[in-house]
Every structure is written in C-alpha cells, then in structure tokens.
C-alpha cells in the first residue's frame, strides 16, 4: 500500500445464503484495494425486482432496495445468487452504481451452463469467476471505466468466455488510475 494511501473499508454483503469462495473473494479485495474487508448477510426478498416474463430479476432495482441496508463502509458488493439483467442487455454479470454495486453468482456458476463431470474443478472456476467479477464491479464503484487491457479484471466481459479470459487482478494502468483517485 502506497504512503499516505487512504484505507477503504468494503462490506460484502450475501444476499440470504452462504456463497462458496467467500473467503478468497474478500482476501482478493483486501489484497487488490488495500481495504479492510467485512462481511454481512442480508435476508431480504427481492420481488418488486422480480420480472417473471424473464424469470430474471433487475439489477438497478435490486441495487437501488438493497442499498436502503447499507453497512457502514466506504463501498458495498452485495453478492446474489439469482440471474440478473439490466434494460437493453439479456443478462448482466453485475452492476455497479455509485459506492454500491452487485453480483450475481447464476452465470459464474458453472452449471449454469449445462453438466459438471468435475465438480472440484467446477468449484475453482466459480471462485475465479467470482473474484473477477466482484474486482470489475468494485472498481467501477471507485469509478474506474472499462480497461483495453484484455487481461485486466476492468476489461468489459459480456460472455462467460470474455470473464473466463480476462485476469483476476487490475492491470497496472487501473491500479495507477485508483490511486490517483483518491
């Protein structure tokens, strides 16, 4: 951590369950901003977020009722289980907005997609995914833009493919662009 460098507090917030790879989410955010990391859990139905014609819910809603609960923290990831999407996107990976952003676990997971042989190599793979994800989201939450480095976790990723590719860190150019921006 750089002198003088502010240390952020992040809450992750699981949205009604446990979520596999919860610790080595939180060591990769405490480990890429420098933050003090805490966890909670919120038990709150999220129907009025609900579209049925989709069987999706909507992430700005759901982001707008979940951050009514905020912890007491400088940025909030809250992690859902559920698929999301946004107006004009089939499906979205997360979303951030402001000091808050979410995550939704359905498409990182990879049964999602279809039969698991290896379910310990299937695990693995959630949790990178997770941790890609949660760093992207993050970022965009200090108000870091999408990354031309394809290797950066702030690369925009509208594919399991483009997440499965992409780094599980920020690439030097971010990590310069968040420090300067504090």
């Given at each position: 951590?750089?002198?003088?460098?502010?240390?952020?507090?992040?809450?992750?917030v699981l949205?009604?369950?446990?979520?596999?790879?919860?610790?080595?989410?939180?060591?990769a955010?405490?480990?890429e901003?420098g933050?003090?990391?805490?966890?909670?859990?919120?038990?709150l139905?999220a129907t009025?977020?609900f579209?049925k014609e989709?069987?999706?819910?909507d992430?700005?809603v759901?982001?707008?009722?979940?951050s009514?609960f905020r912890?007491?923290?400088d940025?909030t990831?809250?992690?859902f289980r559920e698929d999301m999407?946004?107006?004009?996107?089939s499906?979205?990976?997360?979303l951030?907005?402001g000091?808050?952003?979410?995550?939704s676990?359905?498409?990182?997971?990879?049964?999602f997609?279809g039969k698991?042989?290896?379910?310990h190599?299937?695990?693995?793979l959630f949790?990178?995914?997770?941790?890609k994800?949660?760093?992207?989201?993050?970022?965009h939450?200090f108000?870091?833009?999408?990354?031309?480095n394809?290797?950066?976790?702030?690369v925009f990723?509208?594919?399991?493919a483009?997440?499965?590719?992409?780094?599980a860190?920020l690439?030097?150019?971010?990590r310069?662009?968040?420090?300067l921006k504090?």
């Amino acid at each position: 951590m750089a002198q003088g460098h502010k240390e952020w507090k992040i809450a992750m917030v699981l949205i009604e369950r446990t979520v596999p790879g919860i610790r080595e989410l939180m060591a990769a955010v405490k480990k890429e901003f420098g933050a003090e990391v805490i966890r909670d859990t919120l038990d709150l139905g999220a129907t009025r977020s609900f579209r049925k014609e989709r069987k999706q819910y909507d992430a700005e809603v759901l982001l707008a009722e979940f951050s009514r609960f905020r912890p007491f923290a400088d940025k909030t990831l809250y992690i859902f289980r559920e698929d999301m999407f946004v107006h004009g996107l089939s499906f979205v990976f997360g979303l951030a907005s402001g000091d808050s952003a979410i995550v939704s676990t359905a498409r990182l997971d990879p049964r999602f997609y279809g039969k698991v042989e290896d379910q310990h190599a299937a695990g693995e793979l959630f949790k990178e995914r997770l941790v890609k994800e949660a760093l992207h989201e993050l970022g965009h939450s200090f108000g870091l833009p999408h990354c031309e480095n394809k290797k950066c976790a702030m690369v925009f990723s509208n594919s399991i493919a483009a997440v499965d590719f992409k780094g599980a860190e920020l690439c030097e150019g971010c990590r310069k662009a968040l420090y300067l921006k504090e």
